[in-house]
């Protein structure tokens, strides 16, 4: 059986909604309403996509569209979803990475399809970005064919994808979050202590942006125990200890240090069963 969708609307004009609606436009998907609960947003995102996409109530989206993407916090999606008009052989699609589709089961007990399209990609902006969809990957669950539709949408704007069923969407969600949110506390920790050292904490971040940035590429391309540098990869055991020598006043820093560095002593560095044993007990991890 194959999905027949002539109209996509968008329950949530913010900024998830403002990319994947252009984004499944440009590769020529019917994206035909917009709502959101500020008819302002509704209207603003409306306009942007042109095309005589409409701006109209939650309600009219979800009475007159054959899919609807409910790009809204996840904490707004049970409780709008319940409020919605489905019927039979409509298709309704979260897009969080925390919450299985139990969230959309009044859909379901009607009779809608539902599913869950999760980009791995952050959208910062409420300005359409379609190009953040090229090169991502997005964890789908859903029914057949709704995941069939799903998966060739999200091949159609340029991102690749992986199913979700089974897999514990906190623990996945939270190493999403590792790899994004976390990359951003990290720069706040080397902040302080760039200001800690003695150099204007305003230039943190660009200075030290262009190491992040080359520090990612490097994951990017190969193992991570090959794109790690630095005195863990190197066995230099005085330098790690200086480094929390001098963390010593900086306790929660000390803490995060010790703990990302023994993260690091998970993978295969290659040291003797001396220098690890030694870094381990500096880092209070168990040896390699
Ligand atoms: N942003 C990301 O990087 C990202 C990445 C992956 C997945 N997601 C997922 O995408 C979903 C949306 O996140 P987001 O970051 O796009 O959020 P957002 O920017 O805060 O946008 C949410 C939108 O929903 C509207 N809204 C809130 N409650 C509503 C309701 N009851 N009825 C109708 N509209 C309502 C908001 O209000 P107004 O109308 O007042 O503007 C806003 O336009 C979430 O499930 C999130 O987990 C986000």
New binding site residues.
């Given amino acids: 059986m194959t999905l027949r969708v002539q109209s996509i609307g968008f ?8 990319s994947l609606s252009a984004a499944l436009q440009e590769a020529g998907y019917p994206v035909t309403a917009v ?8 209207a603003t ?1 409306s306009s942007a996509l042109g095309g005589g996409v409409k701006d109209g109530t ?1 309600a009219s989206v979800a009475g007159t569209c054959d899919l609807v993407f ?5 904490a ?2 049970s ?2 979803s319940a409020g919605l008009p489905w019927r039979a052989e409509q298709a309704v699609i ?6 299985d589709l139990a969230v959309l089961d009044t859909a379901s007990n009607r009779g809608a399809l539902a599913g869950c399209l ?7 902006s ?1 300005s359409p970005e379609p190009a953040r969809f090229k090169g991502i990957f997005c964890g789908i669950e859903a029914p057949a064919p709704l995941a069939a539709y799903l998966e060739d949408a999200a091949r159609a704007t340029g991102a690749r994808s992986f199913r979700l069923e089974g897999v514990d969407r906190s623990l996945y969600h939270a190493a ?1 979050v590792f790899a ?1 949110n976390e990359v951003v506390a990290l720069m706040a920790a080397a902040s302080r202590l760039w200001g800690a050292a003695g150099l204007p904490e305003t230039t943190a971040r660009e200075a030290l942006s262009p190491l992040l940035l080359a520090s990612a590429a490097n994951v990017a391309r190969q193992p991570l125990a090959r794109a790690l540098t630095g005195p863990v990869a190197r066995g230099d055991v005085a330098t790690v200890r200086r480094h929390l020598a001098a963390l010593e006043d900086e306790p929660e820093l000390a803490r995060l240090y010790r703990a990302l560095s023994a993260e690091l002593l998970r993978l295969e560095l290659g040291h003797s069963p001396e220098i690890a044993r030694q870094l381990a007990a500096l880092l209070h991890a168990e040896p390699e």
């Fill in positions: 329950i949530g004009a913010g900024r998830l909604a403002a709502a959101s609960r500020n008819t302002q947003s509704a995102l939650a409910l790009t809204v916090a996840d707004e999606i409780a709008l979260h897009c969080s990475g925390a919450l999760h980009p791995l990609q952050s959208f910062p409420r999403a994004s």
